[in-house]
């Protein structure tokens, strides 16, 4: 494709950087979240953890969710359970977002979003139902937790007292992750940084028009990145690697449907922006790792060393 070898290195670059600043709010808003378990966590720790959650991610989908829980768990003396109901705390937030994302752009795109995309009006439905069933379901464990919780371990256990002990961990994993979120002021500030993540992840796919000169083809406009985001969204929450083939089919058919590009130059905007996100990902989470984990690994060395001196 002509388009992909005459991309813009000075774009590409841009782009990146407002990726990683995309990353670094969202490890500020998980900062936030941790706040009742550990004010001061440290922002670095997150943000590196983050990174090598999404690089895992970009090879075995949602293994990262589950990397970065252990990491964070171990660098910051946190119980991983605890750190992996967090994550969660955040998916359920991110999927609230995202389909607000969508409604949004619902309303402000001049056409018919539903015709576009047929199947797009009831997967809505269906993801709020379930989103509400599943906040239900948790506020049940954390406030209901004698009654709800014994019941339902007691039910299993006549099941399989295996089964029962897998379900209470994962209870207290989920009480543990979602009560962690404390305190009217870091409700709102979650909201806000949950918003401003939203509006730099447009921002960056309206970067992603100039990275390939779709502003020479027709005028573009923040208004058509925001949709775009929304709807290739999806295809990044679909559990593939790094959401390849469903971002790809999701940002190419926005783009040829609601925007009236050629084929050519959609499959190029798909492929550049993954490829991009996909590359800087994998090298984050390589370098981070090796980088933070060393400087854990020699500051434990330096403690024990001291203990024993002691």
């Known amino acids: 494709m002509n388009y992909v070898s005459d991309a813009s290195w000075l774009w590409i670059i841009i782009f990146s950087v407002v990726l990683l600043f995309s990353h670094y709010i969202r490890a500020i808003r998980w900062k936030l979240i941790l706040h009742s378990v550990k004010p001061d966590t440290s922002v670095k720790n997150l943000f590196g953890a983050l990174m090598v959650g999404y690089g895992v991610n970009n090879v075995i989908p949602r293994a990262g969710e589950i990397s970065r829980a252990v990491l ?159 709807i290739s969204a999806i295809g990044i929450a679909i559990p593939t690697p790094g959401g390849t083939g469903s971002y790809h089919t999701l940002a190419k058919s926005a783009l040829v449907l609601l925007f009236g590009f050629g084929e050519e130059i959609s499959l190029a905007y798909a492929f550049v922006t993954h490829i991009v996100n996909y590359i800087l990902c994998i090298v984050s989470a390589l370098l981070i790792f090796f980088v933070l984990n060393r400087q854990h690994e020699n500051l434990m060395k330096v403690v024990e060393t001291e203990v024993d001196e002691l």
């Not at 999927?95 to 309303?107: D, K, N, P, T, Y």
């Not at 500030?189 to 960056?204: E, G, K, T």
Request: net charge positive; charged share 15%; aromatic share 16%.
């Open 72 to 230: 964070v768990g171990k660098w910051e003396g946190l119980s991983r359970s605890s750190m992996f109901g967090t994550v969660i705390v955040e998916r359920v937030i991110d999927i609230i977002f995202l389909l607000l994302s969508v409604l949004v752009s619902a309303v402000i795109w001049s056409g018919d979003l539903y015709s576009s995309f047929p199947w797009l009006k009831s997967a809505l439905i269906i993801s709020f139902i379930a989103i509400i069933g599943l906040i239900a379901f948790l506020f049940s464990i954390i406030k209901l937790k004698e009654k709800f919780y014994g019941g339902i371990i007691k039910l299993l256990g006549k099941v399989s007292e295996n089964l029962a002990q897998k379900a209470a961990h994962i209870f207290d994993m989920l009480a543990a992750g979602f009560a962690s979120l404390k305190g009217t002021k870091n409700y709102i500030y979650v909201i806000l940084l949950s918003i401003i993540i939203m509006l730099v992840y447009a921002f960056n796919a309206y970067l992603g028009f100039f990275i390939i000169g779709m502003q020479d083809v027709y005028q573009v406009n923040y208004k058509m990145a925001w949709v775009l985001m929304s």
